[in-house]
T-cell receptor, first 113, second 111 residues
Framework: DSGVTQTPKHLITATGQRVTLRCSPR?????VYWYQQSLDQGLQFLIQ???????AKGNILERFSAQQFPDLHSELNLSSLELGDSALYFC????????????FGEGSRLTVL | DAKTTQPNSMESNEEEPVHLPCNHS???????IHWYRQLPSQGPEYVIH???SNVNNRMASLAIAEDRKSSTLILHRATLRDAAVYYC????????????FGTGTRLQVFP
């Protein structure tokens, strides 16, 4: 158990819909990362937050947005969903960006039908 | 970001040592070498990291070439639980911003 909690574990929805994925980082970790893993793309970095502020951005689509709240939990919002958005979404946390070690959650599996 | 090259797959028998290679010929002086692994149906898991000297921890050892253009992750006695995809990643200045995963090496362990 990494200490990072992601909900929901599984989610099935239809094209065009909007979903929110939630992540609670390890106690004491200030930095949160989001990754997308699909079969054909591997693990893709989406976005990183540190202590509530966006710190780094990767290949995140404009239809996706994220935020980190004052209690340090984070949410990833996916809207206007397409079939290709079906993937595993992982959240990770670290004490701070220079810690060198990320702790990953078990992921949220999104299926878009 | 400097690129790493790893074999797509490797095989090992249980209780034998495993040497997972990684080439990073364009590594810069401030790049740390990190290894993560991803077990089936789980999120990635940190394994080990180093800069210049060889490193050991409870999970594995990391051997870094003198010119730092390659490194090897060593699992001293493979178990079935070590079957996973192993990722070798370079991170500049000990900073996990934008930790970028490549395709990694898929390790199969046979009983």
């Amino acid at each position: 158990d990494s200490g990072v909690t992601q909900t929901p574990k599984h989610l099935i929805t239809a094209t065009g819909q909007r979903v929110t994925l939630r992540c609670s980082p390890r106690s004491g970790d200030l930095s949160v990362y989001w990754y997308q893993q699909s079969l054909d793309q591997g693990l893709q970095f989406l976005i990183q937050y540190y202590n509530g502020e966006e710190r780094a951005k990767g290949n995140i689509l404009e239809r996706f947005s994220a935020q980190q709240f004052p209690d340090l939990h984070s949410e990833l919002n996916l809207s206007s969903l397409e079939l290709g958005d079906s993937a595993l979404y992982f959240c990770a946390s670290s004490v701070h960006p220079a810690s060198g070690e990320l702790f990953f959650g078990e992921g949220s599996r999104l299926t878009v039908l | 970001d400097a690129k790493t090259t790893q074999p797509n797959s490797m095989e090992s028998n249980e209780e034998e040592p495993v040497h997972l290679p990684c080439n990073h010929s364009t590594i810069s002086g401030t790049d740390y070498i990190h290894w993560y692994r991803q077990l089936p149906s789980q999120g990635p898991e940190y394994v080990i990291h180093g800069l210049t000297s060889n490193v050991n921890n409870r999970m594995a050892s990391l051997a870094i070439a003198e010119d730092r253009k390659s490194s090897t992750l060593i699992l001293h006695r493979a178990t079935l639980r070590d079957a996973a995809v192993y990722y070798c990643i370079l991170l500049r200045s000990y900073n996990t911003d934008k930790l970028i995963f490549g395709t990694g090496t898929r390790l199969q362990v046979f009983p």
